[in-house]
């Protein structure tokens, strides 16, 4: 555990989630989805590996009812029949749905263990069709499954803060929800996932940006918190419930960023 001492002269807020900046430029599109969708990468150094796509169905299939729901060999996310679902969330069928049928391409990348993703980030590309000027928009999801493995949580806040609640934030963005920009707000993103995991009793986020500890001059731990109704029963109370997780700060980086500071601008997915 921190000091006490040490986490008072450095916690600060950090960004958890965020969206990066959209691309014009199709030239960085090699061989993108031919329609609309959802889709897992097969082709590139970012596909998806048998084991993180098994994973990410498996959180969405529990999240979703979509007992059915799988990618297929292409890569392309099927739902199956949309009009069952056993348990799960009406809120998290609609985001899925939505996003299924908006048109728009999400293509979901596997960036484990990179140091530029904290867990999820959403990218936009737009690539205009050559001979009528049309554009279609693709976003990129961006997922880091080894950041799942190593944090420090609950089951409970596991559950609620895993793969498939990840790519439903990043969705999101795509459907044009954005993330607080103060640091006492959860942000529009949030909010819609806290629908989804009130429906399924999960604990909900309290706070979308965390709170961060230098522990060393190159390594830092960063807190979020999520609320649940207390073991008593009484609805009226709450819970603060705490995940936990190491943030490395790159060595190139590290001359040149205050102490107090160094993570205050970097991105934290």
């Not at 999520?226 to 009484?234: A, D, P, W």
């Not at 190491?246 to 205050?258: G, M, T, W």
Request: glycine share 8%; aromatic share 8%; charged share 25%.
């Amino acid at each position: 555990m921190i000091n006490k001492l040490l986490a008072r002269v450095l916690v600060f807020t950090v960004s958890c989630i965020s969206l990066a900046e959209p691309s014009l430029s199709a030239a960085t599109l090699e061989d993108p989805p031919r329609t609309s969708g959802v889709w897992c990468e097969r082709r590139s150094d970012h596909a998806i590996t048998k084991e993180h796509e098994s994973r990410l169905a498996l959180s969405l299939r529990r999240i979703t009812g979509f007992g059915a729901l799988q990618f297929a060999s292409d890569g392309s996310l099927s739902l199956g029949d949309s009009s069952v679902a056993a348990g799960g969330s009406a809120e998290a069928r609609r985001i899925l749905t939505g996003a299924v049928c908006s048109g728009a391409s999400f293509l979901i990348e596997d960036y484990s263990g990179s140091g530029s993703v904290n867990f999820g980030q959403a990218a936009q590309e737009q690539v205009y069709e050559v001979r009528d000027g049309r554009s279609s928009k693709i976003w990129r999801i961006r997922l880091d499954f080894d950041d799942f493995q190593q944090m420090d949580a609950s089951s409970e806040v596991r559950a609620a803060f895993d793969e498939g609640f990840t790519l439903f934030h990043e969705l999101l963005h795509g459907l044009g929800y954005l993330d607080a920009s103060r640091a006492r707000e959860l942000g529009p993103c949030e909010e819609i996932v806290n629908r989804v995991r009130s429906e399924l009793g999960l604990p909900l986020r309290d706070q979308y940006f965390g709170e961060a500890w230098r522990i060393t001059e190159k390594l830092t731990s960063v807190r979020l918190r999520f609320r649940s109704h207390g073991r008593n029963g009484n609805p009226a109370r709450w819970e603060s419930r705490y995940l936990f997780f190491l943030l490395s700060e790159p060595a190139e980086n590290s001359a040149n960023i205050p102490a107090v500071t160094r993570v205050d601008r970097r991105s934290m997915r």
